[in-house]
Nanobody, 115 residues
């Protein structure tokens, strides 16, 4: 069984910052990549930021320059520094871990951007 601990969601004003961490534990080996995805109401889930074990990163165009993903391989933990948040960043954010041919998903954390 794989467990995710996702923290750091909540309500923030436009222009504000959040830094949700995600820790993965349990029966999971050789995680290749971890990342954050989001799904806004009425929209499909989309990739926000992904980081591989080697440190390579990929960002959605909409968050480049504002979001930074980092990872602690020893702790199987990934962090997403979100700066200059906009109302359109509001969504449920899901942590993902890719190991072998399997994607594992966290339960999601709500991010609301509103004044």
């Amino acid at each position: 069984q794989v467990q995710f601990v996702e923290l750091g969601g909540g309500l923030v004003q436009p222009g504000g910052s959040l830094r949700p961490p995600c820790a993965v534990s349990g029966s999971i080996r050789s995680i290749y990549a971890m990342g954050w995805y989001r799904q806004a109401l009425g929209k499909q889930r989309e990739s926000v930021a992904v980081i591989t074990r080697g440190g390579s990163t990929n960002y959605a165009d909409s968050v480049k320059g504002r979001f930074t993903i980092s990872r602690d391989n020893a702790k199987n933990t990934v962090y997403l520094q979100m700066n200059s948040l906009k109302p359109e960043d509001a969504a449920v954010y899901y942590c993902n871990a890719a190991a072998g041919n399997t994607d594992y998903w966290g339960q999601g954390t709500q991010v609301t951007v509103s004044s």
